[in-house]
Each structure stands twice: as C-alpha cells, then as structure tokens.
C-alpha cells in the first residue's frame, strides 16, 4: 500500500475509534486491522474507481453538491444535517479525491439514521442501519419522472423533447424496497411487489447479506442452508412460477430474470424500427446507453455509442420500457434484491411493446 494510503488509513481509523466510543467499552475490542484491511479492499476504498474520479477534471475543483452526497467521505454528513424533506441536497461542493470512507459511516448523524427518502418521494422509516447504504445506492430517478416526462403525450408519439431518464447505478435499495419506493416505471392498473423481506419472520437487510466493510455478501455455504444444493447465487430459486416460459421452473430465478430482459431488449429494438422509426441499441457502459443502431445490426457499435448519437426518436411507451431495462440492468443483483419487482417491471414493460409490435408471451407466468 502506498505511505499515502497508509497515512490515510491511519488518519480515518482515529477518527473512526474517536466516534465509536461505546462500542469500544461495550463489546470485546473489535479487531481494526482486520476492519481495516476489509475495508481497505472493498470498492468503497478503491481511489482508482470512476465513481470516485469522475469529477477529477472539473474546472472548479470540486464535486458538485448534487452528486457529493453519495460520491465523497463527507457530502453525506451535510445531507444529512438538512430535514431529509429534499431528496439528494447538500448546500457545499466537497473536495476531489476522496472515497467512502469510515467518517462517511461512523459520525453521529450517519449512525442515528433510521429513515431514507427515495426520488419517488416515498420515504421509509425504522431501518436501522442499512438507512446508511440505501441512502446512497438509492438511485437518483423513480418511475414518477417517466410519467412527468410522459405526461400529456401520446402514447406512441415521438418527441423530439424526450430524452432517456437513467436511474443511475447499483441502486439496491430501490430494488429492495420494490412499490415502496417506486423505483421502476410501474403501469397503472397492476400491482408490485412491496420490499423483498426474504426470509420473513427476520427481514433480511442490506447488513444481513453484506458485510457492512468488505461490502462482500455472506458465502454461498450460508445461503446453501436453506437454499439446498445452490453451488452460486444465480443457482438459488424458490419461486413455483416459470416466468419466461420455457417450461423449465428449476432454473436459477436470476435465469427467469435474465431472459426476460434479453426478450425486452429485443421487443425495444423491434419497436425502434415498427413504430419510432429509428433502430435503436443499447450499450451498457456509454451514457446515455441508447443510441441510434445507424447500420441496423441490433448493436450500439463503437462509433454508435457516442453522445452525439443518443437516441432521439423517443415515445412514452418506449421511454417506460427502456427505464424497465436500464432499471434491471444496473443492479447487477436485482435477482437476488427483490426478484418480483425485477420480473413485474420486465414482464410489464414486454406486455405494453406488445401493444404494437409481435411480441410473444406465451407461457410467460407474472409473479
Ligand atoms: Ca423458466
Ligand atoms: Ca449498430
């Protein structure tokens, strides 16, 4: 480790020991190299990483207040000075260069945090700790933008004026919470799965699953007690239903999750060509993910997948569905957060394209 890191190091566990002062006296001296080194190897110490170096070239210097609660060690501590009546405030900029870090947890507001608001509005109380992660991994959009965005169009008419709504990244919680939070773009007239509580007479958190340092989720030999014979996480299933009909109900539900998101990217580009007029293609890493498919080969290629050629041929419908599939997609372990709401989104969002282009559902079983 660098003498830089190490002084780092050094510096946030004084800090962290100064603001655990009970915990100190109370249990057995917790081990804080072990913690240490834990979290020191954990995505949330990792400096390299663009969530913490985005910002690096700004001509100001700093991170913005909007994006420093969740992307600096302290925007989370002024966010958390106001009344959690505005989603995603902080008044002052934060300085470059900095992670999550002990500070971000271990001081008094974060500790005392009990409730989160998400972008929806929606605010959930009585969390515990893990009101500390779901305030950041809440993302930063909710179904209610796309009807704002919607609102007062037709269904299937393009608007030069719409653009794509983006969730933004790993937003477990959102998924977690499920219509809680209204996260996804839910459709009127059906209903969504509430928060995923897995185990039901002791809900599961964010904490029960992550090691709230290494960040890393308890060992597959501790979900194989109940989930008999899982050698992975995507082997786990316990849902009777087949959800993408292909009559197999053994696969891993993470397997019914992902074939109906393939199947829903596939109904995007359909709708693309049949009702918006422009091919349309999605990649993953390029913002703002999709893109005019000028050559039509189904795929946001290398020259495709650049700003200036973002998709601009979008409808209500096709925004609502291509939210779903951003939503989806950018919580890499939606199957594992909230499996339901993953597959409601998805199977809703197949059922509206289907409205107006060929999309097959045969056998497809909604949760
Ligand atoms: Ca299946
Ligand atoms: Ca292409």
Known sequence: MPVRNLTIAMMLLVGAAAALPALAQ??????????????????????????????????????????????TSRGIIDYLGADLAAVNVVDAPQPLGSTVDCVTCHNPRSMALQSVVFPSGERLDGLGHEAICSTCHQGRASGGDVDKAAAGREDDAVAGDLGFINIHY?????????????????????????????????????????????????????????????????????APLDS???????????????????????????????????????????????????????????????????YQNWTPRLLKAAYNYQFVAKDGAAYVHNPRYALQLLHDSLESLGEKTTVDMTGFARP
């Open 26 to 71: 109370e249990r057995k001296k917790p081990d804080l190299a072990k913690i240490t080194a834990a979290y020191l190897a954990s995505p949330h110490a990792d400096r390299s990483a663009e969530a913490f170096r985005h910002w690096d070239g700004e001509e100001d210097r700093a991170v913005p207040g909007e994006c420093a609660t969740c992307h």
């Open 170 to 238: 790993k937003a477990a919680a959102a998924t977690q919470a499920g219509s809680l939070a209204a996260g996804g773009y839910q459709y009127p007239g059906k209903t969504y799965a509430g928060r995923f509580d897995h185990v039901k007479k002791e809900p599961a958190t964010c904490l029960t699953c992550h090691n709230q340092h290494s960040l890393k989720p308890a060992a597959i030999e501790t979900c194989a007690e109940c989930h008999k014979g899982a050698a992975k996480y995507a082997d786990i299933r316990s």
């Open 244 to 310: 993408d009909g292909d009559g197999d109900t053994t696969e891993g539900i993470a397997a019914e999750i992902a074939a109906l998101h393939d199947r829903l990217g596939a109904a995007i580009r359909a709708y693309g060509v049949q009702v918006a007029g422009t091919p349309i293609a999605y990649d993953a890493h390029a913002f703002p993910y999709f893109f005019a498919d000028t050559n039509g080969d189904g795929i946001a290629g290398k020259a495709e997948a650049i700003f200036p050629n973002r």
